[in-house]
């Protein structure tokens, strides 16, 4: 079994960052391709980024290319989530996700262990 916790959440002003993290418990996590996910107000979940198991092949929603990165420390066991150049429709919930494959994925019924979310609020 995996636990997964996000932090890093709050409140910014447009064009500003956040960083989030998702620190993972369970002792196969190296091996498990790992992604974010965020649900705006009244919207339904999205995908926004998604990294393999190795780190070396990542994956961005269009919204968010160039703005955000994902990246993973294997022996901190969290994956992080570089968000720049904020905007207002950035805001929702951000939800970190493991799945129990190598590769990674942009589907929700892909991944296997969810985090219990983190909000992000970008101001105007």
């Known amino acids: 079994q995996v636990q997964l916790v996000e932090s890093g959440g709050g409140l910014v002003q447009s064009g500003g960052s956040l960083r989030l993290s998702c620190a993972a418990s369970?002792?196969?996590?190296?091996?498990?391709?790992m992604g974010w996910f965020r649900q705006p107000p009244g919207k339904v979940r999205e995908f926004v980024a998604s990294?393999?198991?190795?780190?070396?092949?990542?994956s961005y929603a269009d919204s968010v290319k160039g703005r955000f990165t994902i990246s993973k420390d294997s022996a901190k066991n969290t994956v992080y989530l570089q968000m720049n150049s904020l905007k207002v429709e950035d805001t929702a919930v951000y939800y970190c996700?493991?799945?129990?494959?190598?590769?990674?994925?942009?589907?929700?019924?892909?991944?296997?262990?969810w985090g219990q979310g983190t909000q992000v609020t970008v101001s105007s």
């Open positions: 996700a493991g799945r129990r494959y190598r590769d990674s994925a942009y589907l929700e019924h892909e991944y296997d262990y």
């Open positions: 369970g002792r196969t996590y190296s091996n498990y391709g």
């Open positions: 990294i393999n198991w190795s780190g070396g092949i990542t």
